[in-house]
């Protein structure tokens, strides 16, 4: 547990003694998910120290005292690497997370090295999804109840897919973390700010993907002048979970691209 900006939040970390060749990688969670569920991708990336925590509300981060906003876990974000005393970081960001990194690599450029948006979109604007699979989001009791958690889950995460993810690591969340993520999504955008990226980036998504529909990473990647973009298929809304091997080949081969390179 980390004190950051008046809140106590949950860090999670892997191969602490990697070596400092790489800068450190930084992972920001999907929706309702704890760094747990990270450790198949914590498990195909060992050569870099790994480092996540758990939004406010989620896992064993304890709920918001108030509301938060995405621009302001990017805050939080960059005060957590000046707690760690963290100068320059590569990101992931996940489904939720990946607004979370939009937003930092607008506000904080020059912390950044590369950028990986990964079954991701622009916010507010995006391309709905799978109507089914976005009403059950909107219900906070279908995700913070255990008896349901489980099976919601498979549904959600797996949106789409027919590669498994595995979710005993799952947390189920609390209804106000639930309520706080969901809340800052939808009234986040970054469409003003995308042409005005910087950063090399990469945008992955999978062609099955029903919660995001590809269409989504094809505007980020449209919208972020000198991105590119790489398609999964069948590993459905989190591929990089259920294809952690393929997911961890292309994110290190774009980190150490020459381009990439501090």
Not at 83 to 98: A, E, F, K
Not at 139 to 163: C, I, Q
Not at 192 to 198: A, N, V
Not at 219 to 241: D, K, P, Q, W
């Amino acid at each position: 547990m980390i004190g950051v900006a008046g809140r106590r939040l949950r860090v999670g970390q892997w191969h602490t003694d990697a070596a400092p060749a790489h800068r450190p990688l930084v992972i920001l969670n999907g929706i309702g998910m704890n760094v747990e569920m990270l450790e198949p991708v914590a498990r195909a990336v060992t050569d870099r120290r790994i480092i996540s925590f758990d939004i406010p509300g989620i896992g064993g981060s304890p709920d918001p005292v108030f509301p938060y906003t995405i621009p302001c876990m990017a805050l939080t974000l960059a005060a957590l690497l000046d707690r760690m005393h963290i100068d320059q970081i590569d990101l992931v960001g996940i489904s939720w997370g990946g607004a979370v990194a939009q937003q930092f690599a607008f506000q904080h450029r020059a912390r950044l090295g590369g950028l990986v948006l990964a079954a991701t979109a622009a916010g507010a604007a995006m391309v709905p999804g799978n109507f089914s699979l976005l009403s059950k989001i909107a219900d906070p009791r279908e995700y913070t109840v255990e008896k349901t958690l489980r099976r919601n889950l498979a549904m959600l995460y797996n949106g789409g897919g027919s590669a498994r993810v595995s979710l005993n690591a799952a947390k189920a969340p609390s209804p106000l973390g639930w309520a706080c993520q969901m809340a800052a999504f939808s009234t986040w955008t970054s469409v003003p700010f995308l042409p005005l990226l910087s950063v090399p980036t990469v945008v992955m998504a999978d062609e099955e993907d029903q919660l995001i529909p590809p269409a989504n990473a094809h505007f980020l990647h449209n919208a972020i002048r000198g991105s590119r973009i790489e398609m999964f298929e069948g590993g459905g809304h989190l591929f990089m979970l259920s294809k952690p091997g393929e997911f961890a080949e292309k994110l290190t081969g774009f980190l150490d691209e020459g381009r990439v390179a501090a």
